[in-house]
């Protein structure tokens, strides 16, 4: 079965600092991987994913994440942060077999200091 | 507009009394899921739906049935419900391709006392 990490539980920047958040994960075939972004009190929201093609995606509000496969990796990436990023940030994987559930990390943390 | 809607939003009841959450999308996907989202453990999969009449256990199922009679609804029932039961419920829809991301509704806060 798959499983996601998320190393970094919650990050703190300042405004106009770049962000990167961690995200491996474990499955040995064809992954399709995803990052959804909850800010509070709202539901989940796609901010960009990766099935196959250009490992390097982009996505919503100036996001974007790499794939490396060689480090089951999926790293997401914004040069420059707002205050009103400030959310909760889940990489997510799911596989092209049988349930297609989404399998989530335990989620990061983003609060960003005007 | 294309959603997925969840009732209630908002529900506090008390250990055993049996509750429903309702469930519906308008983008006639056929899989639907239940999540349930928790400090520290990210959202886990409680039961999933690959089309009507086709339901099956995720990670978490103990607690929780679920029905698919038609397409569009997937509600989640908790025939006797408990205190760790208390959770924030994500009800999600997919279409057919296996790429496309899955839709989440608003979430609904339980808590059991």
């Known amino acids: 079965a798959q499983s996601v990490s998320q190393h970094n539980h919650h990050v703190i920047l300042s405004e106009a600092a770049s962000l990167e958040l961690g995200c491996n994960y474990s499955y040995g075939g064809t992954v399709n991987l995803f990052w959804y972004v909850q800010y509070p009190g709202q539901h989940l929201q796609l901010l960009l994913k990766y099935f196959s093609g250009d490992p390097l995606v982009k996505g919503i509000k100036g996001f974007e994440a790499e794939f490396i496969k060689s480090k089951f990796s999926f790293n997401l990436r914004k040069p420059s942060v707002q205050w009103s990023d400030t959310a909760e940030y889940f990489c997510a994987v799911t596989t092209n077999f049988g349930n297609e559930k989404l399998t989530f990390g335990t989620g990061t943390r983003l609060t960003i200091i005007p | 507009e294309a959603q997925v809607t969840q009732n209630p939003r908002y529900l506090i009841t008390v250990t055993g009394k049996k509750l429903t959450v309702t469930c519906s999308q308008n983008m006639n996907h056929e899989y639907m899921s239940w999540y349930r989202q928790d400090p520290g453990l990210g959202l886990r999969q409680i039961y999933y739906s690959m089309n009507v009449e086709v339901t099956d256990k995720g990670d978490v199922p103990e607690g929780y049935k679920v029905s698919r009679k038609e397409k569009r609804n997937f509600p989640l029932i908790l025939e006797s419900p408990s205190p760790n039961q208390t959770s924030l419920y994500f009800c999600?829809?997919?279409?057919?391709?296996?790429?496309?991301?899955?839709?989440f509704g608003p979430g609904t806060r339980l808590t059991v006392t």
């Open positions: 999600a829809s997919r279409g057919p391709d296996r790429v496309r991301e899955q839709y």
